[in-house]
């Protein structure tokens, strides 16, 4: 196998027309703090931290170049999120493919050497639909993202489409929403405040 895009290291059997790698579910509900992945590595007790990349690609892309370096790290964590990214509406679609097959190619490495990992679930408009819930688990528990969504009334629409759509296709055991949860959302659903208002409020003396 040619040595590049980690084909070297794993070529999984992939699903959908993309041949996108398949997640497995996990069925356990979080019980730990959240934190983001640029925090991993100073973390000073990560059997009490689940790991999300609800932050800027850059942060987490390394987890992609050298996927090596970092299992027995994450191996220390409760749990993580499988890594988010991004699949803007004004990306190029074979940008966005290829950063969900980048997405299920590490999730799926991260599960095979023990890691639980939680899906990330994305999407953009409308023709996302088509790929986006493509290596999801059905009956699992999994993460959103409402951050940067509700700023307007179409981006708010794009989001609640998506979250629809997957309700319906993938019937979440539950799901983990960072950031704001919009009151469309119903109530099979568990919201965690970003870290940076969890800072804030610790800095106020709010949260311990």
């Known amino acids: 196998m040619i040595d ?8 999984f059997h992939g699903v959908g027309y993309y041949d996108i790698p398949q997640i497995e579910p996990v069925t356990e509900y979080p019980d730990g703090e959240f934190i983001p992945m640029n925090y991993a590595n100073k973390e000073k007790n990560p059997a009490e931290k689940i790991i999300h990349c609800f932050v800027h690609d850059y942060q ?12 027995q790290r994450l191996s220390q964590f ?6 988010d990214f991004s699949t803007y509406t004004d990306m190029p679609l074979a940008m966005q493919i290829y ?15 023990g890691i639980t990992v939680y899906p990330s679930i994305s999407w953009s408009d409308e023709r996302s639909f088509e790929w986006c819930f493509d290596g999801e688990p059905r009956g699992s528990v999994v993460a959103i993202s409402s951050v940067g969504t509700q700023a307007d009334k179409k981006s708010k629409r794009l989001f609640i489409r998506g979250y629809e759509e997957m309700m319906d296709r993938l019937k979440p055991l539950c799901v983990i929403c960072y950031g704001r949860v919009p009151k469309e959302c119903g109530q099979k659903i ?9 800072i804030v409020n610790r800095r106020k003396g709010l949260v311990k």
């Open 4 to 11: 590049f895009e980690n084909l070297d290291k794993c070529l």
């Open 60 to 71: 987490f892309s390394r987890y992609w170049n050298r996927p090596d370096n970092y299992i």
């Open 78 to 83: 409760r749990a993580v999120c499988s890594p």
């Open 99 to 113: 950063n969900h097959y980048r997405k299920h190619w590490i999730a799926a490495y991260w599960q095979r050497h």
């Open 190 to 198: 568990i919201g965690i405040p970003p870290y940076y208002d969890v």
